[in-house]
């Protein structure tokens, strides 16, 4: 079958389409239809069926002849380690961590936020949560304490498992003073920890409330696999928005895994038994649906790297894990090959290395930029796919099917919508445009089984967030054109999230920490181009009149509340003061306008600007900083 004739089929009979893709997964009670639309514009997908992820990801493979294959390699050069688990292993390990989790108190339903670094400990958390119908909560380890404590309130866990320390180049990050500091700031009180003492640096504990990872397993039943309702959340991952409050998206249990264990084979076009290694981090989607679940899923073995692509120790590092471990899908962000690119621009260091083993190179996370493109084409000499997914949806909806068909490569484009994503493009009423047009990117409801039935506690939100700009539509919040062929081109973000090294950020939650500054009476933060990264974020202050302390003051408390609030993620290093801010004459600031100047870029004057004067003061401020054409 072509591309063609898989997508016209799931067009054709969509729910003849997921009830095939479901026949891969072993259920405890099989569903009776795919789609439950009866709540619409609210869906939920498998709804009658009774399953268990970890049995699908673990248990089922020791059953089924892969005990003794290796599930999960962590490859650490952090800590010159690599480590092997067969699945055999990983069953007794998941089964142990989730027996001692329900002797704890933790059953069906109840959540457990995990905050660790890449260490296969994390994966096993994972697992065991969903073993016994626990919902957790992965919180990216480069977020603050506050951000935990945010997420604690909104996800009112019963636990928290983390570690005692992640290791980033140069320093370790100590994680349990910051998981204290996010229990104090916190609300919502949880019960009880679980740490996992690394030798890197060991957390001082309180009894009776922080557990050890390894005593609190000693003696404990294992866990059998529950089974859960389709419908029961596997997850909740928090994501950007365009204010403070993060979204906390939604995982539902049956679709995640019909649809990620449909991907591995015709997107990833990995067989099972084969190698698979997504470097990103388990706190984004990518590390869900592809350092954890997919892989497992579909029976292959997955890569938990912890390191970086340069530094760690040098720019080869990505072409000796695909050699040891005989990767043969590779997932990054393209920014992880423009730093590779900056270090080593001829690509020398591939020459050490025997990479024959990789079929195909995947990109996501932000737009995959040309030259990178070319670049990684060159040094590596397999097809780069280019795909374009997000956390709400948890795997691709445009993509390069290439274990069905491999499509000509459009550089620039990630190709063709998948099955399951009827994607159009509209203007500003909802009204398609016609190919080779900019406007909204949306998809035509129902979203596939997968993608997010709704945000955790907040239906409302997820409807005015969603839903509601083009009814009928999901709003992906990009924008961008599909040209003749049905090739999608993603330009740009229609709110104020940005992409900062392939994290996304809000910036509406900087300027809320900014506004909180006593000396600063307004301010903006947008996102400036730049060269590895991709975006970094940028902020606009303008201070109190009468204000005793100096600019230079006021710039790096500002920079300190981000990393402290917000975390070392944030990368919010670029502040400046301004004595106004370009507005509309209606008084809304005019943030465009400003990345344009940041950027140096073309820009037509808004119509609606109260002062044009200011945008030559925006451009002077920005010069001591190497911006606005400096
Ligand atoms: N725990 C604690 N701190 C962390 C962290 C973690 N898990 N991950 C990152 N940080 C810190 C870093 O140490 C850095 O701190 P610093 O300001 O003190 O230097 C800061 O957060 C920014 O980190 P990062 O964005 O990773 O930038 P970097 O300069 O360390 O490395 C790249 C740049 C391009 C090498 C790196 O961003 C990278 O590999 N990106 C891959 C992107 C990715 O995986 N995206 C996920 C979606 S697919
Ligand atoms: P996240 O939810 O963190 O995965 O971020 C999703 C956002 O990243 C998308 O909405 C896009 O703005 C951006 N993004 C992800 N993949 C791509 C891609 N291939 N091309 C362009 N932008 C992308």
Known sequence: MTYADVYKSWQTDPEAFWMKAAQAITWVKPPSRALDDSKAPIYSWYADAQVNTCYNAVDRHVENGRADQVAIIHDSP?????????????????????????????????????????????????????????????????????????????????????????????????????????????????????????????????????????????????????????????????????????????????????????????????????????????????GHSYICYGPLIHGNTTVVFEGKPVGTPDAGTFWRVIQDHKVRSFFTAPTAFRAIKRDDPKGELIKDYDISSLRALYLAGERADPDTIIWAQNVMKVPVYDHWWQTESGFPMVGNPAGIEALPVKIGSPTVALPGYDIRILDEGGHEVPRGTLGAIAIKLPLPPGTLPTLWRAEDRFIKSYLTTFPGYYETGDAGLMDEDGYLYVMARTDDVINVAGHRLSTGAMEEILANHPDVAECAVIGVTDELKGQLPMGFVCTNKGTSRTDADIVKDCIRMVREEIGPVAAFKLVVVVDRLPKTRSGKILRRTMVSIADNADFKMPATIDDPAILDEIRTALKPLGYGGA
């Open 78 to 286: 952090m800590t010159h380690c690599v480590s092997r688990m067969t699945f055999a292993e990983l069953q007794t390990a998941t089964a142990s961590l989730a027996g001692a989790l329900r002797a704890q108190g933790i059953g069906m339903g109840d959540r457990v936020i995990i905050y660790m670094p890449m260490v296969p400990e994390a994966l096993v958390a994972m697992l065991a949560c969903a073993r016994i119908g626990a919902v957790h909560s992965v919180v990216f380890g480069g977020f603050a304490a506050h951000e935990l404590a945010v997420r604690i309130d909104d996800a009112t866990p019963k636990a928290i498992i983390g570690a005692s320390c992640g290791l980033e180049p140069g320093r370790t990050v100590a994680y349990k003073p910051l998981i204290d500091g996010a229990i104090a700031q916190a609300k919502h009180k949880v019960d009880f920890t679980v740490i996992l003492q690394r030798e890197q640096c060991r957390a001082d504990m309180t009894d009776g409330f922080d557990h050890d990872w390894h005593a609190v397993q000693q003696g404990v039943t294992p866990a059998e696999c529950v089974p859960v309702a389709g419908d029961h959340p596997a997850y909740i991952l928090y994501t950007s928005g365009t204010t403070g409050a993060p979204k906390g998206v939604v995982r539902a249990t049956a679709g995640h895994l019909v649809a990620l264990n449909w991907t591995m084979k015709n997107i990833y076009n990995v067989n099972p038994g084969e190698v698979f290694w997504a470097a990103s981090d388990v706190g984004w989607v990518v």
